[in-house]
């Protein structure tokens, strides 16, 4: 399930109250960040602390797989992720378990267990 489904795109205009609120909150962190001069990771730590715990963790580690990996299929994937993240703030529930899975079973690679 991608995150431009039928499903999730009516999974979004369900919650679409709070995606608006999110939005507003990341355009006025990128305001603050601007006035402030922050660095790019000062801005992106700011968005993680304002997500919910099972999204941040996601987030984080779609960032580090980001940065550590420079091509492949999954990092195209986890770049999706992490952008609907930003861009939305939630994710349609049974997308989240999908992610939740492949991000185990990656770890799960990284570390030499198949």
């Known amino acids: 399930m991608s995150p431009y489904s039928e499903k999730s795109k009516q999974w979004r205009e369900i919650n679409k109250v709070s995606i608006v609120e999110w939005q507003n909150k990341i355009a006025d962190l990128r305001n603050l960040g601007n006035l402030e001069n922050w660095t790019y990771e ?11 715990s099972g999204l941040r963790k996601i987030y984080d580690f779609a960032l580090s797989y ?49």
């Open 42 to 52: 000062r801005l992106e730590i700011e968005i993680a602390q304002r997500l919910p």
């Open 66 to 114: 980001i940065r550590r990996y420079k091509r492949g299929n999954f990092r195209e994937y986890i770049a999706g992720v992490a952008k609907e993240i930003l861009d939305y703030g939630t994710i349609e529930p049974e997308r989240l378990i999908r992610i939740q899975k492949a991000i185990q079973t990656t770890i799960r690679r990284m570390h030499g267990k198949k």
